[in-house]
């Protein structure tokens, strides 16, 4: 026992001690004051900096889990064996007393050891008990219950384990215990299926039993607090549900009646119950959405499955849209959660989209099948515009069906899409898949071959004229959702264009299949540029209608002479009335946008015209289809701005001359080359009036070389005296001219052509003297040179810098 003085002498007691930690420390106060000024009068040792210890690469906690789990699974292996080789060697009393007492210790161990605060070891022992009771089960069987089948057995022994051990997890004793719980739920995964398997209830008990477990284990995790019984159940209700959805869909696809397909409906039925009750415990959040758009699909796929049954193939897709969109009269119910609501709407959305997908082989095939008559023009008339279509392509199975489709959805996005921002979306859906269902309709009832060409130049009418009358509405005033007050202002531009670009997609296929009969081709070309051209008098469809107008037009050409029998080169004469028309409208268009979409449609098909010309040969032709495009171009040029088409102006008609010149079998270079030097050098003589400044390189420069260098060239190879006796006398006026005005670029170029003629002219004399005089006298007259040069070399510095200073007070 611990003895207390009294009061009095243990204040005493207390005062001795201080007065002694007093003189103690004034003790040390002073040694210490000693050490300092013996440390300062001698040099410090170094002495090496303390090395830190190791940090430990595993924690206490973790390395005792480790050791408990290893402990825990050695014990088990030492069980097992002990189950599996020892078993026989004992008597039923004693296997019993063994396993049972065994069993029934490692259970209690958990209590005092929770006692004690060993929590992570009472959790250990827990499992291994949890594993020892696995054990007894099993050495149950092989003993006493060898006849009971497997399946069933198994079946029971789950049960009753999962009740044992939800009850060992909820004693008071063992509560805190985080093992058995999850185990147990475990354990509960294996009765109702492994019982349907034994019962022998075939595919729709066992999903009925996959989805009944799923549906538990959703209770579970929606009605208990602890964490790991919530992952637990919350990991077998999406795996086994996953399950049991995967094989109810298989057979209510595969069902072959009215019955199957009706028992199949019930397991996905109840899998859509199971996902909207759940739904609407998690009444927010996106788990809650993702459940009830599931709910959504299965049900749809209930219903479909159901329907197929009864229904040809060809309304499946159908089936199953009604049964889609159905689902949209659930999103008016008030008393089901939003979320719930929402995931409806966004499950019937989706049904919507697939039916739009199985649509899309039949519109492809629409849109590109007639491209292959591009190969077999004018090769007869199909019998049905499916024919025509389906030229090159099988036409798809089952697509009697598929204008129904697209117009159902559109009549759902034009009645049940009201809300503000997204009413100018749905209506450019509805647009889209009107404009599908009139483009499908005629290959899908194999209509005459006429009239489908009547109905696709129908569609396209009306695609322009909804591209030309829609028109923006205006933006409310309410700043309350200023995002939902700004969408129908953009939306509604983005609707005539989307109707702009469905008028030319029809056009496409109607221009490809009227390739099938030359009066069809003729007739439908000119219908499209009447309709295009037409549409180009709305200011904001002529950027895209105006080019496609000129586009057809050329076409037509091509085609009506064609029809006419005329020849490329003669083809090329009308085709070259659709630049004049570019040319003209471009001019009335003035800075719109169409401005540049329409010339350059204008260029492309002179370009055609210049290629027809030029394919066949004829040069003549090709020489007047080349003055006629300088024409077009030089009529353009005259708009201020497009000035810099002059250039282009002028080396068109120097190509139509070069190509007239070689159609006579012209061979004089001058005839050639004079043609661009007269415009060029007039052009640099009004520049050099306009701005005096101008360099005569480069008013003159170019006009001048075009003609003197081949003229020179020609000239060198030429064995007769008259053109070298014109290009002198022309190079020493231009000469002449170059001193008289005082420019450097007529004076340079025309002194050394006259130089080099002269050279050219005398070089046959030089060689015969050459040849006639001794072979020193050349060294000797060099040397003489050199010489005469040094001797008058400062002259000649000064005479040298005269002439610089000349040239370059020229211009």
């Known amino acids: 026992m611990t003895h207390f003085p009294p009061p009095a002498e243990e204040l005493r007691l207390l005062d001795l001690e201080l007065r002694q930690l007093d003189a103690r420390r004034a003790q040390l106060l002073h040694r210490r004051a000693w050490l300092v000024t013996a440390l300062q009068a001698t040099p410090r040792p170094i002495t090496p900096a303390p090395v830190a210890s190791p940090r430990p690469e595993a924690s206490a906690p973790r390395v005792q889990n480790v050791l408990l789990v290893l402990g825990g699974v050695l014990l088990t292996i030492a069980a097992m064996a002990f189950t599996l080789v020892s078993w026989g060697h004992m008597g039923i009393a004693g296997r019993a007393l063994v396993l049972g007492g065994v069993t029934v210790a490692v259970l209690a161990a958990p209590v005092p050891l929770l006692k004690h605060g060993l929590r992570s070891t009472a959790e250990a022992v827990a499992g291994l008990g949890l594993a020892l009771t696995v054990l007894d089960a099993y050495a149950l069987h092989q003993v006493a219950l060898t006849d009971v089948d497997p399946t069933g057995y198994v079946a029971a022994a789950s049960a009753v384990l999962a009740a044992l051990w939800a009850a060992y997890g909820l004693l008071p004793r063992t509560s805190e215990l985080r093992l058995p719980l999850p185990a147990a739920l475990t354990a509960a995964q294996l009765p109702l299926v492994l019982w349907a398997v034994a019962a022998d209830a075939g595919l729709y008990g066992v999903t009925a039993a996959v989805l009944v477990t799923a549906g538990l284990d959703t209770g579970v995790a929606l009605k208990v607090p602890t964490g790991s019984v919530r992952i637990t159940a919350a990991v077998g209700a999406y795996g086994l549900g996953a399950w049991g959805v995967w094989a109810a869909g298989w057979l209510s696809w595969t069902a072959t009646g009215p019955s199957a397909a009706a028992r199949a409906a019930a397991l996905l039925l109840l899998a859509a119950g199971i996902a909207v009750a759940a739904a609407r415990q998690e009444v927010a959040g996106k788990q809650a959405v993702g459940l009830s758009v599931t709910a959504g699909l299965l049900t749809v796929a209930a219903l479909g499955g159901t329907a197929r049954s009864v229904l040809p193939d060809a309304w499946t897709v159908p089936a199953y849209l009604v049964c889609g969109i159905a689902l949209l ?78 117009a159902v959805v559109a009549v759902v996005l ?267 050098l007039l052009v640099g003589a009004l520049r050099r009036r306009r701005d005096p400044e101008v360099p005569s390189w480069t008013a003159y420069g170019p006009g001048l070389a075009a003609t003197l260098v081949p003229s020179l060239l020609t000239a060198w190879s030429d064995a007769h005296w008259t053109r070298p006796l014109l290009l002198g006398l022309a190079a020493l006026a231009v000469t002449l001219l170059g001193a008289r005005h005082h420019l450097k670029a007529p004076l340079l170029l025309g002194g050394t052509v006259l130089a080099l003629d002269a050279l050219h002219e005398l070089a046959p004399h030089i060689a015969q003297v050459t040849d006639a005089l001794p072979r020193w006298v050349p060294p000797a007259l060099a040397g003489l040179l050199l010489l005469a040069i040094g001797a008058t070399y400062e002259q000649r510095l000064r005479d040298a810098r005269k002439m610089r200073d000349f040239l370059g007070n020229m211009h």
């Open 329 to 406: 009269a659930a999103v008016r119910l008030e008393r089901l959660p939003e979320t719930v609501r929402g995931g409806f709407a966004r499950a019937s959305v989706a049904v919507q989209g697939l039916a739009l997908l199985w649509t899309l082989p039949v519109l492809g095939i629409s849109l590109v099948g007639p491209v292959a008559w591009a190969e077999q023009v004018w090769s007869g008339t199909p019998g049905s515009v499916r024919e025509a279509v389906a030229v090159d392509a099988p036409w798809p199975p089952d697509a009697e069906t598929v204008p129904v489709v697209l």
């Open 414 to 680: 034009l009645l049940a899409v009201r809300n503000a921002v997204w009413r100018p979306r749905a209506l450019t859906g509805v647009l889209v898949t009107a404009w599908a269902t009139a483009l499908v309709l005629p290959p899908v009832l194999e209509v005459p071959y006429a009239v489908g060409l009547v109905a696709l130049a129908l569609t396209t009418a009306g695609a322009l004229a909804a591209a030309a009358w829609i028109r923006p509405s205006e933006q409310p005033e309410t700043a309350e959702e200023p995002a939902e007050a700004t969408a129908p202002a953009v939306a509604f531009p983005t609707s005539r264009a989307t109707a702009t670009v469905l008028a030319l997609l029809t056009s496409l296929p109607l221009a490809f299949l009227s390739l099938t009969a030359e009066a069809a081709t003729l007739a439908v070309l000119a219908a499209l540029t009447a309709l295009f051209a037409a549409a180009s008098w709305k200011s904001h469809l002529a950027p895209v209608t105006a080019p496609t107008a000129l586009a057809y037009a050329t076409a037509l050409a091509c085609a009506t002479g064609a029809a006419a029998g005329w020849e490329p080169q003669y083809i090329a004469l009308p085709v070259l009335a659709v630049p004049v028309a570019a040319a003209l409208l471009a001019l009335r268009l003035g800075d719109a946008r169409a401005t540049i979409p329409v010339e350059v449609t204008g260029a492309l098909a002179a370009l055609l015209a210049v290629g027809l010309a030029a394919a066949a040969a004829d040069l003549p032709m090709l020489a007047l289809v080349l003055a006629l495009c300088g024409v077009i171009t030089a009529g353009t040029a005259i708009r201020p701005d497009r000035r810099h088409l002059s250039y282009a102006s002028a080396a068109l008609f120097v190509l139509a001359t070069w190509v007239r010149l070689a159609a006579w079998d012209v061979g004089t270079p001058e005839a050639y080359t004079l043609p661009v030097s007269v415009p060029a």
